[in-house]
């Protein structure tokens, strides 16, 4: 390992990780002979994979020593330039990439088979960017629509660093398709016939921390994107998404339930906001094993485990008064696996609780 080169280097260069001489030998090597990409190449050695940036780099010392140590004398050409080299992606480029991402989304989502290859060299043809850069942008688009809290193609890794343009891109294409985000009010919960079977129970993991979290200029990126589109007051408005996921927590509590042998609970466990109404401060009264009582609140979202979500001054009073029984689960991810954590009062020791409207009375 070297962590002497990258220490010099570190208020210019952020680099994600440290890597061995080998590794870097091998990585360069298998860039020579074609068998990894460039963006991939650039990505795992911590560079930027965008051709600007690439080409500013090109006689670094902290490239060059690197290669050195390697034992590489030079690098292919082909890592530093390309025919549309430090172009900056245009309106139309951005546009046409994104469309053909939700072409092979809305395929990935409904597990049909597609080609990625095949819409990269139709895309070549298109806008004459080379597959590699085309790779990191699908890349990229996926970073977006993590921030933005939707689904996203899992063979394309979010790459971040991405540019306000293609957030606006994004942002273009949902507008001209709202059918798309209103898709998965029908395909939420799987079709279970009542009475011959019930939900699996949920994944229960850990909330987030500071230290299970990503890099801090990721999470930046990532809660501006949220902040810019109101990620929190869409979720917020989506019925459709709130319901499903409360009666997605509901038959997780009594599945859990039963399966301790607490069937007389399970049948005790009640859907508090659609039999009574909002209001209650929250949406399922269940139980724990020993009987002591679970009053939980269900947030939903089909993004990321970290996405921001909106909470009531009712909710939050509720959370007070009950503080041994109350509990807020955060659903994530929830149109294609869904997962869960609780938080605990107090709420403000697990987030940052921002007053984003006020109540106006007349004196």
Not at 75 to 96: I, K, Q
Not at 259 to 283: C, H, P, Q
């Amino acid at each position: 390992m070297i962590p002497k080169i990258l220490e010099e280097d570190s208020l210019v260069f952020r680099c994600r990780f440290l890597i061995s001489l080998d590794h870097m030998r091998n990585l360069l090597f298998f860039r020579r002979v074609g068998a990894v990409s460039t963006s991939c190449a650039w990505y795992y050695i911590g560079l930027p994979p965008e051709p600007a940036r690439r080409q500013s780099l090109r006689t670094s010392p902290f490239f060059l020593r690197f290669r050195a140590a390697a034992g590489v004398t030079r690098a292919p050409r082909s890592l530093y330039s390309s025919p549309m080299a430090g172009v900056s992606w245009t309106e139309d480029e951005n546009d046409a990439i994104v469309a053909d991402y939700f072409a092979m989304l809305a395929d990935d989502c409904a597990s049909r088979p597609y080609s990625k290859a095949a819409y990269n060299r139709a895309l070549q043809e298109r806008i004459g960017r080379s597959r590699g850069s085309i790779e990191y942008k699908l890349q990229n688009i996926s970073a977006v629509l993590k921030g933005l809290g939707e689904d996203w193609i899992p063979g394309y890794k979010p790459a971040f660093n991405f540019q306000m343009a293609l957030v606006d891109a994004v942002a273009r294409w949902l507008a001209l398709h709202p059918g798309w985000l209103a898709r998965a009010s029908t395909t939420l919960l799987p079709a279970v016939a009542p009475g011959l079977a019930e939900p699996e129970p949920l994944w229960i993991g850990p909330p987030p921390t500071t230290g299970n979290g990503p890099p801090p200029d990721e999470l930046e990126q990532m809660l501006f994107v949220a902040r810019k589109f109101d990620v929190a007051g869409r979720d917020a408005r989506n019925r459709a998404l709130g319901r499903a996921g409360e009666e997605r927590v509901l038959g997780h509590e009594r599945v859990t339930l039963s399966s301790s042998g607490r069937s007389d609970l399970a049948r005790k466990v009640r859907w508090i906001s659609e039999e009574d109404g909002d209001g209650a401060g929250y949406d399922i009264l269940s139980f724990a094993p020993d009987g002591q009582p679970r009053r939980i609140e269900v947030k939903t979202t089909n993004g990321w485990d970290r996405t921001p979500f909106h909470i009531t001054r009712t909710e939050l009073a509720a959370a007070d008064e009950w503080r041994s029984e109350w509990s807020l689960v955060r659903l994530w991810n929830f149109s294609r696996a869904p997962k869960a954590f609780e938080l605990h009062p107090p709420l403000d020791r697990h987030v940052s609780l921002t007053a984003e409207s006020f109540r106006a009375d007349f004196r």
